[in-house]
């Protein structure tokens, strides 16, 4: 392992793993740490390059990021846990589960993508236009290379065919809002993708668990004590 996660961690019982978006930190999840905790012991971590993170030497990919979380589990002796992620930490989670099926418990996917299909157009066109401009600077430009790392995250990954997605054998909660940056077509292709998974959709935009936290929150804890 090239690297040492930053983390912070609340609560005891069973392990509930929280991974964030695309250049964010584990502070997106300021409104879960609290009401996960309660119940169950909440660890959110800072994914590689991401917040206090270092980035390291190996490649900066959703499937790198799943096998760090391997090792960042195996580090922590923790053999199982439920795994909640938020955009491409969806994706990080989706591809953890169909890897290392015997370290998940319940998993959740907040925000989730196959492809740049899965992306409403309108957002996803400028992520490709920016990602092609930081390519351009970025051997002569560390915050350019930098940048080209993070908007290729969203350009190159996951690339998940829906019959992989049968793999998962974890019980899934697939969650997104009515106004998010995922077509709704694609979050039910992923919940209708993966065996007896769960379909919701919630008032607000791609942040729900920061901007409808109440109602984000208790679907998740019923979800995971059901």
Same mark, same amino acid.
Request: charged content about 30%.
């Given at each position: ?6 983390y912070i ?6 392990v509930l793993i ?7 930190n ?10 996960? #905790? @309660? ?6 971590? +800072? ?7 270092p980035?390291? /030497?190996? %490649?900066?990919?959703i499937r790198q ?6 090792c960042?589990?195996?580090?922590k002796e923790? #053999? @199982?846990?439920?795994i909640?992620?938020?955009s +491409?930490?969806g994706?990080?989670a989706?591809i953890?589960?169909? /890897?290392h %099926?015997?370290?998940?418990d ?9 492809d740049t299909?899965?992306v ?11 990602y ?10 560390e ?6 790392e ?5 350009v190159n990954?996951?690339?998940v ?14 969650i ?6 995922i077509?709704?077509k ?5 919940a ?7 379909c919701?959709?919630?008032?607000g ?5 920061n901007?409808n ?6 679907i ?7």
């Open positions: 392992m090239d690297i040492k996660h930053h961690e609340k609560g005891q019982g069973d929280l991974l964030h978006g695309n250049g964010e584990c502070d997106y999840f300021c409104h879960q740490m609290d009401a996960f #905790s @309660k119940d169950y012991h909440v660890i959110a971590i +800072d994914t590689r390059g991401h917040g206090k993170t980035r390291g /030497e190996k %490649p900066f990919t990021f799943a096998e760090d979380l391997f960042f589990m195996k580090e923790i #053999s @199982k846990a439920h909640l992620g938020f +491409d930490g994706n990080i989706m953890f589960a169909m /890897e %099926p015997e370290c998940m319940r998993l959740i996917l907040n925000g989730a993508n196959l299909r899965g409403k157009r309108s957002v996803q066109l400028p992520i490709e236009i920016g092609r401009i930081s390519k351009v600077f970025a051997r002569k430009n915050k350019a290379q930098a940048k080209a993070l908007l290729g995250l969203m990954d996951p690339n065919s829906p019959s992989e997605l049968a793999k998962i054998q974890a019980k899934t909660l697939v997104a809002g009515t106004k998010d940056v077509l709704e694609q979050t039910r292709l992923i209708d993708s993966i065996p007896n998974a769960i919701k959709i919630i008032e935009d791609h942040f729900i668990a901007k936290a109440k109602e984000f929150n208790a998740v804890l019923h979800f995971l004590k059901e």
